[in-house]
């Protein structure tokens, strides 16, 4: 089923489907993207063309098809300490900067948290911190991961990966440290797990469920939605951040002319984004932290 022919037809209808069901841009040449992951779906279907399928996902609203297209579609790999900095500069910089107020709890969101790697990273390094800076913060600390998979929620919560898995970005150390092994995988030891809780989200739908969050990380996620969408998420997760709160994006993404609703913050070669808190806006110079190393 990978090598199906899609006409430009089949290709632009499911393009604009794709989009207005979850915001995802597909490029002009992507067909082999779409036959790939959505060839065992379709055999499953009885569908012999993506029209086919389109107009059966039009045809039978309540039969899961559109889910499970989208579920094929948003399904990405990832991995440990992904570009290792943002950890980094979460542990020598931001932590130790919010643990200056005492905040009786820490929240922190992981958008987009696909299989599960992104939010276990966050919590082993908060178990780092705790461990080395003890009594600086209270381990009061949730971490909430969203993903829009329901296939990959379903394996983040059960924070059981094989041995390739593991070893993606992380440190024998780590997986020592971190990790039980159970038979041929290994699973997230519950210190770990019990700070992070796993919900089903669409970021093109509202957040004001999830409440106020001390740090977000949405990374790696921009890079797929459009000009108008990508304004949207990062005005929204403004909204979403405490006064002074922090943004992580990927490394080759940027807020660029998206959003004005954030300072930049540099330190030690790291980039973070720190939302302005408008009741010190006028009075406050812009805040660019240079740290020395």
Request: proline share 4%; aromatic share 10%.
């Amino acid at each position: 089923m990978s090598n199906l022919t899609i006409s430009s037809q089949e290709y632009d209808a499911f393009r604009a489907f794709l989009e207005e069901a979850c915001g995802i841009v597909l490029g002009e040449n992507k067909h082999y993207l779409v036959s790939s992951r959505l060839g065992r779906l379709m055999k499953e279907f009885d569908s012999t063309s993506i029209g086919d399928l389109i107009a059966k996902m039009k045809r039978q609203p309540r039969s899961g098809l559109r889910e499970r297209v989208i579920d094929a579609m948003t399904t990405n790999e990832t991995l440990w300490f992904r570009d290792n900095h943002p950890y980094a500069l979460l542990a020598d910089f931001v932590l130790p900067e919010i643990a200056k107020t005492r905040p009786p709890k820490l929240k922190i969101w992981s958008a987009a948290c696909s299989s599960g790697q992104e939010p276990y990273s966050i919590s082993m390094i908060a178990q780092e911190y705790l461990k080395k800076r003890p009594g600086s913060l209270k381990d009061n600390i949730q971490i909430t991961a969203t993903d829009i998979s329901p296939t990959m929620l379903s394996h983040a919560k059960e924070a059981l990966y094989d041995s390739l898995a593991l070893s993606r970005g992380l440190s024998p150390e780590r997986k020592q440290m971190f990790f039980t092994q159970e038979g041929d995988q290994w699973r997230v030891n519950e210190n770990i797990r019990r700070r992070v809780t796993f919900k089903e989200l669409n970021l093109m739908n509202s957040y004001a469920p999830l409440g106020k969050f001390d740090i977000i990380f949405c990374r790696n996620v921009l890079i797929y939605f459009s000009a108008e969408l990508k304004r949207d998420i990062l005005n929204r997760m403004a909204q979403a951040l405490v006064p002074g709160g922090y943004l992580f994006l990927g490394s080759t993404e940027t807020l660029a002319s998206y959003c004005d609703e954030f300072d930049t913050v540099r330190h030690q070669g790291g980039i973070v984004y720190q939302v302005k808190d408008k009741a010190t806006a006028g009075t406050a110079n812009k805040v660019n932290f240079q740290m020395r190393r």
